[in-house]
């Protein structure tokens, strides 16, 4: 089995609907991200946490929350979607090591496409 | 600022052929990490390489080698005798050490290698 899990892995929605991403992990890492990705660029960091009580808001945050359940589960939601967040988004675990950067494992990705 | 740039967009290559795919960063730093990672068609990220800025040393893993230099702030990516498996986006990524330890992509160089 995948050690980071994302669901659904695809999704069409139509604007204004409210969606929620789900992400779930077996590595036991204690920190999670939410990324987007849309063509041709590079991935852009929506939240990040560090562990349970510590959510942060990444480069793209308007337009998203997040929630972190438990140590292995973090969702991502789209209060009201609008299409510019059509994007491929990528649920990431790391664990929190001192001495040097972690190494972010990635899910498999969710294709959102909001009509 | 950290910056990553991968000035290749697109590489397309016949089976067999060596393939060196470039990545620049940009840092303030003294201690940081690069990363690259590979999307197949597929869609999902898989991580292939970590290297700290402390370890010039080059690596080599089956078909695949990193040269790292400091003096140029690149980290490049070889691939020798490319197969069709090999056609993917290639991600090149910098974390420093300090602060959040943000992972920072570059934009990607799509690889096409054809039978």
Redesign the interface.
Known sequence: DADVTQTPRNRITKTGKRIMLECSQTKGHDRMYWYRQDP????Q?IY?SFDVKDI?KGEISDGYSVSRQAQAKFSLSLESAIPNQTA?Y?C?TSENRQG??????????T?LTVL | AQK?TQAQ?EISVVEKEDVTLDCVYETRDTT??L?W?KQPP??????LI?R?SFDEQNEISGRYSWNFQKSTSSFNFTITASQVVDSAVY?C?L???TG?????????TRLLVSP
Request: a neutral charge.
């Open positions: 041709g660029l590079g991935l960091l990040y942060n491929l990528f990431a040097g950067a972690d190494t972010q494992y990635f899910g498999p990705g294709r | 990553v967009t940081y990490y990363f990672y597929s869609g999902e990220l898989v991580f970590r700290n991600f990524a974390s420093e050490h959040f330890q943000k992972l920072v992509f570059g934009t990607g």
